[in-house]
C-alpha cells in the first residue's frame, strides 16, 4: 500500500494499493487500463494487447483511492513463468496523471526493515518492485522483461542489466534481467487504514 498526497485534492487523502485484482470490475479495469495505455496511447496495438501470456499471467495493479474508498486502476504490470523458476514481467504502464507521483510511504509494500519505508522514485518503480518480489516469494531463479528504450534508466537504477536489444511490435525494445538479490522474496500484503488518523500520520513521515 503506497500513501501519498494529491495536489487536485486538497482536502482529500488518497493512497494506492498495489497488489493483485480482488474481484471482476478490478480485473476488467486492469484490462482496460493496459487497452488505454498500448492501444490508444503508445498505439502498439489496435484493438486489443491481450496475448497468449495472458492465460497464465499474474495481473498486478495499482489501485488509488480516495477517502479509502477504491476509485481507479492507475497502474499495471503482469508476470508469468516461462519455465520452471524462470518469470518474464510485461505490460509495465502508468496512466499518464500518475506518472509523476514520486514520494511515497510503503508499509505494505516494504515489510523488511533493511529497506527503506520511504519510497522515492515512482509508482512504476513500485510496480517492478511488487512484481519481481512476488515471483521471488513464489519460486524465482531468473526474472526477465523487454524494456522500451525510455524506461531502460528506471531500470537500471532498479538494478536490472541489458541481455539484448531487439525490436517489439515495431519499437526497440531491451532484454534486461532483474539483480534477484536487490528484490527480498515478498508476498502480496492486504490491509486497510484503520483511521485517517493513521494515515495523516504516515503523510507527516513523508
Not at 11 to 25: K, V
Not at 83 to 109: A, H, M, Q
Not at 152 to 159: Q, T, Y
Not at 166 to 172: N, R, S
Amino acid at each position: 500500500m503506497i500513501y501519498f498526497q494529491t495536489k487536485k485534492q486538497e482536502t482529500g487523502l488518497d493512497f494506492i494499493d498495489i497488489n493483485i485484482p480482488s474481484n471482476n470490475a478490478q480485473l476488467d479495469a486492469y484490462y482496460e487500463t493496459r487497452k488505454q495505455i498500448f492501444c490508444k496511447e503508445q498505439q502498439l496495438f489496435e484493438n486489443t494487447d491481450y496475448d497468449e501470456n495472458d492465460y497464465c499471467s499474474i495481473p498486478i495493479i495499482a489501485l488509488n483511492h480516495y477517502l479509502g474508498s477504491p476509485d481507479k486502476v492507475v497502474g499495471v504490470v503482469r508476470i508469468f513463468e516461462t519455465k520452471e523458476r524462470e518469470w518474464f514481467g510485461g505490460r509495465l504502464g502508468v496512466i499518464k496523471d500518475y506518472r509523476t507521483f514520486s514520494k511515497f510511504v510503503c508499509p505494505n509494500l516494504f515489510k523488511d526493515k533493511k529497506i527503506s519505508p520511504l519510497y522515492q522514485m515512482s509508482i512504476a518503480a513500485g510496480l517492478i518492485y511488487r512484481a519481481v518480489s512476488l515471483a521471488n516469494y513464489i519460486g524465482c531463479d531468473k526474472f526477465s522483461a523487454h524494456v522500451q528504450e525510455q524506461n531502460v534508466k528506471l531500470f537500471k537504477r532498479l538494478h536490472w542489466n541489458v541481455v539484448d536489444q531487439i525490436e517489439l511490435h515495431g519499437v526497440k525494445h531491451f532484454l534486461m534481467e532483474a539483480d534477484l538479490d536487490a528484490y527480498p522474496a515478498t508476498p502480496i500484503y492486504t490491509s486497510t487504514v484503520a483511521n485517517s488518523e493513521v494515515l495523516i500520520k504516515l503523510l507527516k513521515v513523508a
